[in-house]
């Protein structure tokens, strides 16, 4: 027999079977050795108790009966002389799509204009000491996309649009932790990620796949409204009749083609403002109501969301434990990011804490006016930090009293922070929903509202502010067969799990439209 049931457990006998095994038993009202064998589905931290932070598991027990052998994910088939399909970008949704194409008998050829994981590292310490940027080679372009070098979080809301264990399955059999099945908020890691990538592009192939690097889309093959494949580098032809688009939301050169083809895209909307940095003791102390956290406990993580004025202000990709992070992929702009290492143990915490901008704030019928406007605020914010990606900075308080900050406090941004006006740099709708937002959020939470607190622009980065549109059903462009705008790039995911997502879907897609 097979129950399953939800038990708390304190934070110190988490990660002790035994003592599971006895809630459990207790919970269930049965004997403790007629459990054969217990699994933890899901587990998640409820610290809304002040009288103390439990784990809350959700556990399937196995009473009188033994626990059934896990299924093995289905070997791949060789597909090296099978139809071929191009994907643009090894990001999570186009290796998620290679790895599907495989599993669908076709031949993946990812075409990737950065690097691989291993030589990437040298252009990112290049950007993190030099304020250096490789236009090719960055925190966003290169194999594992920006997900690889910005942390790792796996959590989403998207499940309706596919299979998110399958996802989380791939990732554990590339090398991933099984933790990530069972946690509320699942995260790799930025510094394990990059063996992860690489053991999902030896499985492509092995099975017979090809991934490209420094080889970078410069045109499209068409011929009567059908793809016929890419150009790569300007002079290098590779024919398919199916092209994934995957290349992340920072490509603006993708956009840029696709718009002097006369291929439909369309504005839209996205997020902007700055990363808000923390000492990770501060959130800690108010989330877990201690002033020490427990060594059992994870560093503590928030959420924050406002209206004001009908206009959203939201906390978004948290990362507690973190590094604030450099993200241009162009020259004279500040982009700035988060990431957080698996252990998620440095001294601060930062999110990005962004407004809504909607197509009416900026005017205008150019598809491409949203990134225009993007880009604008980027460059006046490496002006404002006067260069080698020095970030315009502001502490909190400062910043919602019209105050310059005659020092900033210490924070984890290496290229480092020079103290302005952040109102000179936000467009004026943001920076004031920003100011009426942050002392309602420390309303909220006991000690976020400081002005030990530092606020780093610009968080530009939160979405694409173009769509490349596609039919519901084939997911191809409306004007030209063959062609799959996909993922974040395109304007339908945000974060990695619902790209890879996506990408599997896209895959899917080519399969069921050449056999309808």
């Not at 920003?434 to 530009?460: C, D, H, Q, W």
């Not at 705008?485 to 080519?510: L, T």
Request: proline share 5%.
């Amino acid at each position: 027999m097979q129950k399953e049931i939800e038990i708390t457990i304190v934070p110190e006998q988490v990660g002790n079977p035994a003592a599971i095994l006895v809630q459990l038993a207790k919970a269930l009202n049965v004997k403790a050795d007629t459990i054969r064998h217990h699994q933890v589905l899901k587990r998640s931290i409820d610290a809304r108790s002040r009288r103390g932070v439990v784990y809350r598991l959700q556990v399937r027990a196995y009473i009188n009966e033994e626990a059934p052998v896990p299924e093995k994910l289905a070997s791949y088939p060789k597909v090296k002389d099978t139809r071929r399909v191009i994907i643009v970008g090894a990001g999570p949704a186009g290796l998620f799509a290679a790895l599907q194409c495989i599993e669908n008998g076709l031949k993946p050829i990812v075409v990737e204009r950065g690097k691989d994981v291993k030589q990437r590292r040298r252009d990112l310490a290049a950007i993190n000491k030099q304020g250096l940027v490789n236009t090719e080679s960055n925190y966003c372009y290169g194999e594992g996309g920006a997900g690889t070098y910005s942390d790792g979080k796996l959590y989403t809301r998207s499940n309706k649009r596919g299979d998110i264990n399958k996802v989380l399955q791939l990732f554990v059999a590339h090398g991933a932790t099984e933790d990530i099945l069972i946690d509320a908020r699942p995260h790799i890691g930025t510094n394990k990620l990059p063996q992860i990538i690489t053991a999902i592009r030896e499985t492509i192939l092995q099975a017979g796949g090809e991934v490209l690097f420094d080889a970078k889309l410069t045109d499209l093959i068409l011929a009567n409204g059908e793809v016929k494949g890419i150009v790569v580098n300007q002079d290098q032809e590779l024919l398919a009749d199916s092209v994934i688009l995957a290349t992340g939301h920072s490509a603006r050169d993708i956009y840029e083609l696709l718009n002097q083809k006369n291929i439909l895209i369309e504005a839209k909307p996205f997020a902007l403002g700055v990363r808000i940095e923390h000492p990770q003791q501060i959130i800690d102390s108010a989330q877990y109501h201690c002033d020490v956290r427990s060594e059992f406990l994870p560093p503590a993580y928030y959420s924050m969301v406002e209206q004001v004025k009908a206009r959203g202000v939201f906390s978004f990709c948290m990362c507690p434990g973190g590094i604030i992070a450099p993200c241009a992929t162009g020259l004279d702009e500040i982009v700035v990011n988060g990431w957080s290492p698996s252990k998620r143990n440095n001294p601060f915490a930062n999110s990005g804490t962004v407004v809504q901008v909607t197509l009416d704030d900026v005017q205008g019928y150019d598809p491409l006016r949203m990134l225009n406007f993007q880009s604008e605020i980027e460059h006046l914010a490496f002006e404002a930090g006067g260069g080698h990606l020095v970030a315009p900075a502001q502490r909190m308080v400062d910043f919602v009293e019209n105050k310059l900050s005659i020092s900033l406090p210490k924070n984890s941004y290496l290229p480092g922070t020079k103290s302005v006006m952040l109102d000179n740099i936000l467009p004026d709708f943001v920076a004031s929903s920003l100011k009426a937002a942050l002392p309602l959020f420390g309303k909220k939470m006991r000690g976020y509202y400081t002005n030990e607190a530092i606020l780093v622009g610009v968080e530009s980065r939160t979405s694409s502010p173009v769509r490349i549109p596609r039919d519901k059903e084939n997911y191809q462009h409306p004007q030209v067969k063959g062609l799959y705008p996909c993922a974040e790039g395109a304007g339908y995911a945000g974060g990695i799990v619902s790209a890879a997502i996506d990408g599997i879907n896209c895959a899917n897609a080519i399969l069921n439209n050449s056999s309808s």
